[in-house]
């Protein structure tokens, strides 16, 4: 059955089963080290008892210790695949192995609350499913297959132009990314500079990002040459966020999901002809998305309001896509500090340091996508209305006990383990200094506006 294969998408295949393993690798790690501090049987935050979606918890109870097992079992099947030895195999082996990363991952998300209410998180639940009927080398891709990662791209990017165009009005004239690259959540290293670029390039910015997202995923259903180059100029756009930002894996998934328009003619594939039994599979799961993408595409062309990173159903298949709605436009970080003096009222405050965002001005910011820093990134949140009660102030009595695990999620503990006697939040605005600034203090941020938000705060018996 020649007619069903995709015969110049094998490299395609083989990026995309190897770049979607090492997403899973990333995530499973991301998991055994926070998850078990944030949800674990010692959390910040419940979880629920009662999963929504498919889980292993459904009928095991859970321990950190079996999360733990969940984890490391996950990042070695991801590992192997990185690898390629499952790939080796007949094509129920490496479609065993994704979906056990499927499945895994699945029954981690179902417990993760608040802290993996991320978009990234449904993608490569997305993402591992799709990539475990690509098959093995012993023959080529399925085109259904490849034509469903199209349709994934294509709601990941045409969804995020959309929710622009249809959101804050900065996106419409032309003036979104003159405020973004200082207010996204997780600054990187070269954010500044691209924050101090002059005005006509951040129009230009803009128009480059409608262009990409807007226009060119239509290209990518035609095969061959158009195809591969909107695929490139996917990517182009897409290592310039991963160079200003940092924004877990979804830059990188992106990426990946991209290689899967590019057609190089002539590389090996194994047999052009793909046997019955893979033919009757691959159709059906084509079928499937066909039947599950009726909300996802409603969402795109004809809803009203349209929603972003929103799951139509349990499997968390055929997915809404999007992010950046709107910009915000002041940076307000919530900085906790901590004493040790008796008296709060004329004590001397220390200042508890995150890996990822803003603390100290002189500081710059570091690359950590796509390693995904979840208390960071929750903490980015706050300002924008969440409550300081739930899970943060959990976190803050965390700190007065001196907790050893929830000290490992922050870059700087000023006690160095011991009991701080009182803990504070202070809310300071944020800016990139200028370059001037830069050059007389050495600073990269500029702090002003401080207030007292919460506390002093302490332990009580």
Known sequence: MDGFAAVDYGLAREVL???????????????????????????LQRRPKQPVRFTIF???????????MLCSGGIVVAALIVAGLPQLGPPWLPMLAFLLLWAGYMSVTSLGAVFYSFGWEMLLLELGFLA??????????????????????????????MIKI???????????????????????????????LPRWFHRLEVAGNHFAQLVVPWFLFVPGVVGTVAAGIVVATQLWLVLTGNFAWLNWATI???????AVPGAPIGSAELPAYWVVITWAIGA????????AFHNLFFAKRQVMNCAFNRLQ????????GSVTKVRVEYVVEGTRDANPRDATWHEYEFYGKPGDARRRPRQFAPYHLRLDWLMWFLPLGRGLDGWFRTFLGRLLEADAPTLRLVRHDPFAGERPAWVRVVAYRYRFATRAQHRETGAVWVRDQRRLLKGPMRLRN
């Open 58 to 68: 459904r009928w095991l109870r859970y321990t950190d210790r079996r999360l733990r």
């Open 288 to 295: 499937l998305y066909l039947w599950l993408s009726w909300p």
């Open 166 to 196: 249809r959101g804050g009005r900065e996106w419409r004239d032309f003036t979104a990314l003159t405020y973004h690259h200082e207010t996204q959540p997780m600054p990187g290293p070269l954010s500044r500079q691209a924050h101090l």
């Open 317 to 324: 298949l055929a997915n809404a896509y999007g992010a950046f």
């Open 132 to 161: 475990a009927f690509l098959g093995s080398r012993s023959q080529a891709p399925s085109i259904v297959v490849i034509v469903l990662f199209w349709w994934l791209l294509f709601r990941l990017e045409f969804g995020a132009g």
């Open 17 to 43: 089963q190897r770049g979607i393993a090492a997403l899973f690798v990333v995530a499973f790690v991301s998991t055994l080290r926070q998850f078990p501090v944030l949800l674990g049987e010692r959390g």
């Open 256 to 262: 990946v999901i991209a290689a899967s328009a590019v």
